[in-house]
């Protein structure tokens, strides 16, 4: 049997429309005005109908009410002296009486047989509504053709709004996004197939007892893509999706986010099977109690109704709930726990071969030159994200394009990671002193980082001011490795105080332009010494640090958990991890100045060197350019 057609949806009247029939009826009632000003009757002053009716110029007269008379001159008289003075435009006027001269007015016009004649005055009320009844009319149309339409529609305006849902559905095919434009993400596809399946065919699942999710939550650093796979899953679905942003739940009112809530899941569970996505819930979904001032109420109840919704004495069937954050840790526990978000998918930054993927997704429709090589600039781009490599492969198009280029050549990608990782070029120019200093800076960062066997090796040394600096060390891991030990840290800790070393070395005296090195050093030391159990002296301690932005949803506790001499101890052995790295760097240029001095005059030369050319320069002077083999394991005790 076929199923009924759906309801036609409540037609919206178009605002175009009413704004034309609301000019037409106002220009209506203008040209009635018009009207009625040019045929009523001319006005005249008590005293000319005194002086009409003593000259015997007046036919008739018709007293209306108490204090209005209308009257008729006699035929011929239009051209006597009277009348002309009086300026007349016809036979009929009108004028404004006193009542208690109407005796005296009614003498003088029997004596000189002036017919006369009393009619009540039908317009009395309306003269005296007329400027109260005009605001009312224009306040009903104004609420007739605007505010009730809305009302009656449930639209976005006026009171409405604050109860209703802002979340926008998604029917199937009305998005163009779908798993084919997710690259690589296999097990975060299959999850979410699943769940689409589940809506799909639940019958399928529970003949072995299965349950449908609650929730899936998708956790990762901005950009991997959490919020491309809720589209791509809103273009698989055959079911409705609906798609909201945690802060468009708050408002300025109490409570208006606890109901905008109730109506999403209302209108959800009318709509079921669906899927609501929640992005950004950690706008909603902070830890209660929380923060600065004990967190904001409204923004509590509106977690409290979530948390209802998803699962309390009246569970949603057959609605998913998908949201996707980059805070994991600034959400509620009662959010995270099985029967609300029942599965966590981390959505993390992707391997050489999945940033190949995602390349290949961003230029399939971009013309590419036969000296590309996709993969190598994948291998190259350590770290980037999803976004990071659209960004990448858009900059190339846009310069590709203001050089009238038909394809996206190599060079074109080279600068465009040029821009997307240092930035761009800045146009001011530099001294010859400030260009050497910057020189030795940078060849300073670059030569202790290749002489240091545990760190990673500069992909580029540039002198060419960029972004807020003055010159830059691109360094780009050769491979992905996930555990590092103390050795490689205390390396990264060397090459950040390389640039500051040459300055001492060459110049006798530090500058300002290390601040940012120091800075960092500094960070790291700190989370090798109170983090990571990486200081002899306090062995496997973690300490732990009070919070720096206690807005932010966690807890308000100590400043510390530890003694005073503990932070004195932390504080030296800080101290000597960045002057050991300091004296290594200085030890290393020291020994090789004149490796150094080649250096910077080649960067003096060129401006940028190369991964390639420094390995060149350094293969001059005789020091390996090989990356030795720094880790082993140890050999088991006999």
């Known amino acids: 049997m076929a199923s009924p057609p759906p309801a036609a949806p409540p037609r919206r009247p178009n605002p175009a429309v009413m704004i034309g029939w609301l000019g037409i009826i106002s220009i209506g009632v203008m040209l009635l005005l018009v009207v009625w000003l040019f045929t009523s009757p001319s006005t005249i002053q008590y005293s000319d109908v005194i002086t009409l009716a003593q000259s015997g110029r007046l036919d008739k007269v018709v007293f209306i009410g108490d204090a209005k008379l209308e009257g008729e001159i006699k035929d011929g008289q239009m051209q006597s002296e009277e009348v002309t003075s009086i300026k007349l435009k016809s036979k009929t006027f009108q004028a404004e009486i006193i009542a208690a001269n109407n005796e005296k007015l009614i003498e003088i016009l029997q004596k000189h047989n002036v017919r006369i004649s009393r009619r009540d005055d039908p317009t009395a009320w309306m003269t005296a509504a007329f400027p109260i009844i005009i605001p009312i009319l224009l306040v009903l149309a104004v609420f007739v053709f605007f505010i009730l339409p809305r009302l009656r529609d449930g639209g976005a305006g006026m009171a409405n709004s604050y109860v209703k849902s802002p979340a926008r559905k998604f029917e199937k095919g009305s998005t163009r996004a779908t798993f084919d434009d997710v690259a690589n993400m296999t097990s975060a596809k299959a999850e979410l197939r699943e769940v689409v399946e589940f809506l799909r065919d639940p019958v399928k699942f529970g003949r072995l007892g299965a349950e449908v999710p609650k929730g899936v939550l998708l956790v990762g650093p901005p950009g991997t893509g959490k919020t491309l796979l809720a589209r791509a899953t809103a273009g698989e679905a055959e079911v409705p999706f609906y798609?909201?942003?945690?802060s468009e739940f708050i408002q300025l009112f109490v409570g208006v986010g606890a109901s905008r809530v109730r109506d999403l899941f209302k209108t959800a569970k009318e709509n079921s099977p669906c899927i609501i996505f929640i992005d950004e819930i950690d706008a909603v979904g902070r830890i209660r109690g929380a923060g600065l001032g004990g967190g904001s109420d409204e923004r509590e109840q509106t977690l409290n109704q979530i948390?209802?919704?998803?699962?309390?004495?009246?569970?949603?069937?057959?609605?998913?709930?998908?949201?996707?954050?980059?805070?994991?840790?600034?959400?509620?526990?009662?959010?995270?726990?099985?029967?609300?978000?029942?599965?966590?998918?981390?959505?993390?930054?992707?391997?050489?071969?999945?940033?190949?993927?995602i390349l290949?997704?961003?230029t399939r429709t971009k013309p590419l030159g036969e000296d590309v090589d996709l993969e190598a600039i994948a291998r190259q781009m350590t770290g980037m994200t999803g976004a990071d490599l659209r960004n990448l492969a858009n900059e190339a198009a846009l310069l590709a394009t203001r050089e009238g280029k038909s394809r996206l050549e190599r060079s074109d990608f080279a600068r465009a990671a040029d821009r997307v990782l240092i930035g761009p070029k800045r146009e001011e120019i530099l001294t010859a002193d400030d260009k050497r200093r910057t020189a030795y800076h940078e060849g300073g960062h670059a030569l202790v980082a290749w002489l240091t066997p545990e760190a990673d090796r500069p992909f580029k040394v540039s002198i060419i001011p960029r972004g807020r600096s003055l010159g830059v060390n691109l360094i780009v891991p050769e491979e992905e490795r996930y555990h590092h030990g103390e050795s490689h840290f205390k390396a990264i800790l060397t090459t950040l105080m390389g640039g500051r070393a040459a300055e001492r070395l060459i110049y006798g005296e530090t500058y300002a332009g290390a601040e940012d090195d120091l800075r960092k050093a500094t960070r790291l030391a700190r989370s090798m010494v109170a983090h990571w159990g990486m200081s002899p002296r306090l062995g496997p301690m973690a300490l732990q640090i009070g919070e720096e932005h206690v807005f932010l949803g966690k807890e308000i506790q100590q400043a510390r958990d530890f003694s005073e001499g503990i932070a004195q101890v932390v504080d030296e052995e800080i101290q000597k991890l960045l002057r050991e790295a300091d004296e290594r760097a200085f030890d290393l240029l020291q020994k090789h100045r004149t490796t150094l001095d080649q250096m910077v005059q080649a960067l003096i030369d060129k401006e940028e060197l190369q991964k390639a050319d420094i390995e060149s320069l350094l293969k001059l002077q005789g020091i390996a350019v090989g990356k030795p083999r720094i880790e082993g394991i140890r050999p088991a005790p006999e």
């Open 243 to 246: 798609s909201i942003n945690g």
């Open 307 to 357: 948390l209802g919704e998803m699962d309390g004495f009246t569970p949603t069937d057959r609605v998913i709930v998908l949201a996707a954050t980059n805070r994991p840790d600034v959400l509620d526990p009662a959010l995270l726990r099985p029967g609300r978000f029942d599965r966590h998918i981390t959505v993390d930054r992707l391997n050489w071969e999945g940033r190949l993927a």
């Open 360 to 362: 290949k997704v961003h």
